[in-house]
């Protein structure tokens, strides 16, 4: 079964996740980063290993990614159901984005701590062996956002991956509506089947869905906030 595209974003958000989670840590993370990795952030060591990258295959460059997640700590504690209730949280308590901080914003997802490289805000975590999750908030745009997203272990293609792993709480894709709806998000819209969103007074929404065959239900994977434009921090 292969659903190349809406997995696609997935993959490349497993490979953020997975090379923030290997190369970068914060506060009490450090334990997260292999030693080996430690001074990649030096600009010598980029170049060469940009100018390396760049003469490898694809298979080289997928062995490499492959090596990375592995070398990346499983950390427990995290949840995908607490992330969900989270953003539902972070939209019925706080009324503007401009007051969505990274303070606020990693509690309430049981995610606390910075482990993104900069400039991005936010945390990540190997929470399955072949699962990662995380939330970013990046203000490098004109339409700041909040970014909570689930992530695969990187792969070859785009095979459909069943997301049973992660998606045994009850915030399913109907639960998260009739939440949202009863918040005011009465608006929605779809790019594709799998891809609805919606907006209200302060916020717009956009969310990726991944239907599970083995729990048969659809399962959240991603949920980007971002501000009204008339909400947008000054």
Not at 41 to 62: D, F, S
Not at 85 to 91: A, D, I, N, R, S
Not at 164 to 187: H, I, K, Q, S, Y
Not at 193 to 207: C, E, G, K, R, V
Request: glycine residues 6%; contains cysteine; aromatic residues 8%.
């Amino acid at each position: 079964m292969s659903m190349p595209t809406y997995l696609m974003p997935c993959l490349a958000m497993a490979l953020l996740l997975a090379l923030a989670g290997c190369r970068h840590s914060g506060g009490t993370q450090a334990a997260d980063t292999p030693a080996s990795t430690a001074n990649f952030t030096a600009a010598a060591t980029a170049a060469t290993a940009k100018e390396g990258t760049a003469r490898m295959t694809v298979q080289q460059q997928h062995d490499e990614e492959i090596k990375r997640w592995d070398a990346w700590p499983i950390r427990e504690g995290h949840s995908p159901e607490h992330a969900w209730q989270g953003v539902l949280h972070l939209l019925r308590t706080v009324p503007r984005f401009a007051d969505i901080t990274p303070e606020i914003a990693g509690p309430a997802l049981g995610m606390p701590g910075q482990s993104l490289p900069p400039p991005l805000l936010g945390y990540s975590a190997r929470i399955h062996p072949d699962w990662a999750l995380g939330w970013a908030l990046d203000e490098r745009t004109s339409l700041p956002m909040v970014d909570v997203s689930l992530g695969h272990r990187p792969q070859m293609g785009a095979p459909y991956v069943d997301p049973a792993p992660v998606c045994d709480g009850p915030t399913d894709w109907p639960a998260l509506r009739e939440a949202l709806e009863e918040m005011g998000f009465a608006t929605w819209g779809y790019m594709t089947d799998l891809n609805p969103y919606t907006y209200n007074d302060h916020y717009a929404l956009s969310i990726a869905l991944l239907p599970s065959s083995e729990l048969n239900k659809l399962c959240i994977r991603r949920i980007k906030i971002t501000p009204m434009p008339q909400q947008v921090r000054p």
